[in-house]
């Protein structure tokens, strides 16, 4: 592993930051900037071509107004961040979150441009957001946010040009929205310009549940390789929705034990496991984990000393850091959301010898189903779940044992392996496209 220091002056010093951001407040993009240097002195002859990844191609921020049940007009700021589209068009999720941040959606566009790249998916990365916390708003207030922000946007995404998807806080629902907004706007109805729709609208089966079937898929591939048996296995997992929800359900079917789990509720413990499919039935009933009656509370610092085999962060990023890497127990992290360790946590990480799955693989089962979404959407026939999986689980399958293998051959970490992988195939596709004009 390379000795990339990194604190937030040291990036800002190293690189040419475009005016638009705060070299003192980076944020996740300074993060992402300390992984692309880890991986540039493996690049060859292409690191060349790496200043490409540290600049977003076209960044759009929008104003979206809406009226209030009250009467009143509030304003949301809302991003949308094309990172590179060298290899196909952009593709990424958009997150309705209170502490949504340009510096935020760029680094979450940038990590979509990895991790496409590294399934070898036909896309290149984009991230959308809106400032905003949608729990506070009616559904009438949140259809005309997604409504006006879609049109917003409407410039620049397009089935061939740039496809969202849910993130954080957004679901099928408000793509069903976006979808209709957008093909309103277009007089056609363009199922393909979103993904993570309802399955009568053009959404594909088994979408819902992609993101955790491949953090399982690969999580149990990087478990066999350390020697760390399933069954019986001890699991934490911060974030209870969609990603974290379904990983933990599928952990506990194959024989693991949740022993805690966290998110914006609370945190519980229970040593002898949690009941999973109970805690997903109060989660959908009271929006959190807090308040389940089945296991004890702990406190939310705790949470991450606690005594397990497998972690499995599934939040929001920036969680595992230099203040509490050092506490952590598990043998094995899944990265099920984006961006969750630091740099320096990885380097603390890595030095007790945990094994950091990191996100632009772990989490790719979802972008995965997505390209599966479109190719249906734009043939008009639909794949059986079954299939679906099967496909789903070949495609991480094969990433992982070649990332593994890149792993090894060059010492690195498996996140610098990825991005050797992944930013190999992005600067190889931007080399032969050439610089237009
Ligand atoms: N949904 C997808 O297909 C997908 C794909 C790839 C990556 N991801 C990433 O996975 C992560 C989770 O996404 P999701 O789709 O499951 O979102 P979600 O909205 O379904 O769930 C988010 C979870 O995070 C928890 N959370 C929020 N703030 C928290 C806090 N401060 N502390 C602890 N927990 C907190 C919430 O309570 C909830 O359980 C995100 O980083 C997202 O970018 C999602």
Redesign the pocket.
Known sequence: MSNTTGTPGSIATAHTLPSYLDASHLGPWGNYLQQVDRVTPYLGSLARWVETLKRPKRILIVDVPIEMDNGAIAHFEGYRVQHNTSRGPGKG?V?F?QDVTLSEVMA?SAWMSV?NAAVNVPYGGAKGGIRVDPRKLSMGELERLTRRYTSEIGIIIGPSKDIP???????GQIMAWMMDTYSMNVGETATGVVT?KPVDLGGSLG?NE???RGVYTVGVEAAHHIGLKIEGARLAV?????????AARLFAEAGAHVVAV????G?LYRDGGLDVPALLAH?KET???GGFAGADRLD?DAFWGVDCDILI?????T?ITATNAGKIQARLVIE?????TTPEADDILHDKGVLVLP?VIA?????TV?YFEWVQDFSSFFWSEDEINARLVRIMKDAFAGIWQVAQEHKVSLRTATFIVACTRILHAREMRGLYP
């Open positions: 999720g997150r979150h979450l991790k998807a849910p993130d954080v806080n957004t679901n993570g979408r992609a993101t955790g911060q974030g209870f929705g969609n990603v974290g929800g379904t966290q998110d914006h509720t945190s989660v929006g959190g984990v939310n962060p599934a939040a929001l990023e969680q099920g959301a984006n961006g969750p996100d989490n790719a089962g979802g972008v997505s």
